[in-house]
């Protein structure tokens, strides 16, 4: 099949989380099952910084061209390169004025505004427009939360649209459920779309516009990034809002649960890492534990549970949790080490946890990459207190790295992590619990911590966890049957 991906995201050009890695994972195990695959992104500065450092630039693709957004025209350039080390090709919409900020990919304007939805509606038009001069026909659009939904709602109510979609289906994914695109619905004739889908309240959320509602009502397919979260997500708690909708077309939802870039994240190549080491070879873990250990300045000969956390220190991670239990995990002995960025109020009370106890807690704001493996691999434990989270990927790195991962019952997290129950250590991959709160995560870290001492148990887990396939191949199969019935409802072929 013919699939092009269209996302704001795209990893290693730019990113900001896991829809990036996503997107620049997935089409590649597309391509390796003989799919044409293509990505389309637009130009951020972060992409342009990528290619200046190492002293690349992407190819012109096509010659400038205007494009009209609400009767005002703009020039756009469109610039192929390749995923890194790959032949999957990325195409580029580059408009400066819109993309190229300074302060990130979803930055306001220079007057503070958010221009989201006027930004993405240029990037999906310029795309279609630059598919078709390019003569490049795809057979799915496959677009990843709010962003591009202009795509499959172009392609979607009959009577007005353009004829150039009557072979192509859409997939719409969901990353995460609480980022809906929410603007005014005096902004609806950016869109571009007839008066008539306003009306009929396609587009309508509690007053406002949501362009992943409008998404969601369009999709040929939808998916989401783990079976729980297809669940969680079509509930009162758990839907953001959009629960009767996703209710509603639960016949063409589907929960795929994510992979992992195993050229990235992969203890026998990595090469951000002191040792090399496998599920049938773990010896070099403790080398990787050691260099950790003297990174963070913690002293090297105690034996005691090292516990890694990797993550936005954003509500939705759960790390305050962390931080009201780490003084009662620390007096009992267990090391804490935390790599990220997000909420002062949270970057404040790592740092003063750091203070208190210099010796037993590191803190280090910001996000390092290097770092990131360093702790998958150096780390005896891994905690993810997420409150809700529809996939995750850290948990399955440490899976990979032999790094215990200790996660809430939620999601992704509950889809990838078999619970140790007591008894079950021949299966058992890591640790669950259920209650949000730094009670129930601590007594869970504890419930690990003891089991930490009975080396054979805690060497079972690590090794159950190193040999689970979280590759894209499997994931891939099942965005295959998701396209395959995608174009089957549409009523078309493949």
Not at 75 to 98: C, E, I, S
Request: hydrophobic share 40%.
């Amino acid at each position: 099949m013919r699939i092009s991906h269209l996302s704001a995201e795209c990893s290693p050009f730019a990113k900001t989380g896991g829809l990036g890695d996503v997107v620049g994972s997935l089409p590649k195990a597309l391509e390796r099952r003989g799919h044409d695959v293509s990505i389309w992104m637009p130009f951020h500065l972060e992409a342009a910084q990528w290619y200046r450092r190492r002293l690349q630039w992407p190819i012109e693709a096509l010659p400038p061209f205007e494009v009209s957004v609400f009767g005002r025209s703009h020039r756009v350039g469109v610039l192929k390169g390749l995923l890194p080390n790959n032949t999957v090709p990325v195409y580029f919409v580059a408009h400066d004025p819109l993309f190229h900020r300074q302060a990130g990919i979803y930055a306001r304007n220079d007057q503070g505004g958010d221009d989201g939805l006027w930004r993405f509606t240029l990037f999906v038009r310029a795309t279609l427009e630059a598919m078709k001069r390019l003569g490049l026909h795809p057979q799915v659009l496959h677009a990843h939360d709010w962003h591009p939904a202009l795509a499959p709602m172009l392609g979607a109510w009959s009577g007005w649209r353009d004829r150039w979609f009557d072979d192509v289906a859409s997939v719409v994914t969901i990353h995460n459920i609480q980022y809906q695109g929410i603007y005014s619905p005096d902004e609806f004739p950016i869109l571009g779309l007839p008066d008539d889908v306003k009306k009929g309240g396609l587009l309508d959320f509690k007053g406002s516009l949501s362009l992943l509602k409008g998404a969601l009502e369009a999709a040929d397919i939808i998916t989401t990034v783990s079976p729980t979260f297809a669940s969680e997500i079509q509930t009162p708690e758990g839907g953001g809002g959009l629960h009767g909708v996703l209710k509603g077309r639960s016949g063409r939802l589907v929960g795929i649960l994510n992979g992992i870039d195993h050229e990235v994240w992969n203890p026998e190549i990595d090469p951000h890492i002191s040792a090399r080491f496998s599920a049938d070879d773990p010896s070099g873990k403790a080398e990787c534990r050691h260099e950790l250990l003297k990174i963070v300045g913690f002293e090297t000969g105690d034996p005691g549970m090292v516990l890694g956390a990797v993550g936005r220190l954003v509500d939705q991670k759960g790390f305050d949790l962390l931080f009201e239990a780490a003084p009662e995990l620390i007096r009992r002995g267990i090391r804490i080490v935390v790599l990220g960025s997000g909420e002062p109020a949270l970057e404040g009370a790592m740092r003063l946890l750091e203070a208190h106890h210099p010796s037993r807690f590191r803190a280090v704001v910001g996000y390092d990459d290097v770092l990131s493996h360093r702790i998958e691999a150096g780390a005896d434990a891994f905690v993810m207190p997420s409150r809700f989270e529809p996939c995750g990927l850290t948990q399955m790195y440490s899976l990979a790295y032999g790094t215990v991962p200790i996660v809430r019952r939620t999601g992704g997290l509950a889809d990838s992590v078999i619970g140790y129950d007591g008894y079950n250590d021949a299966v058992a991959t890591g640790f669950h619990f259920d209650s949000p709160s730094p009670h129930g995560l601590a007594a869970e870290i504890l419930r690990a911590h003891h089991l930490f001492y009975r080396r054979d148990a805690w060497q079972r887990i690590m090794r159950n966890g190193m040999l689970v396939d979280n590759s894209w191949e499997h994931a891939a199969g099942l965005y295959e049957d998701a396209y395959k019935r995608a174009r089957e409802v549409r009523g078309l072929g493949w």
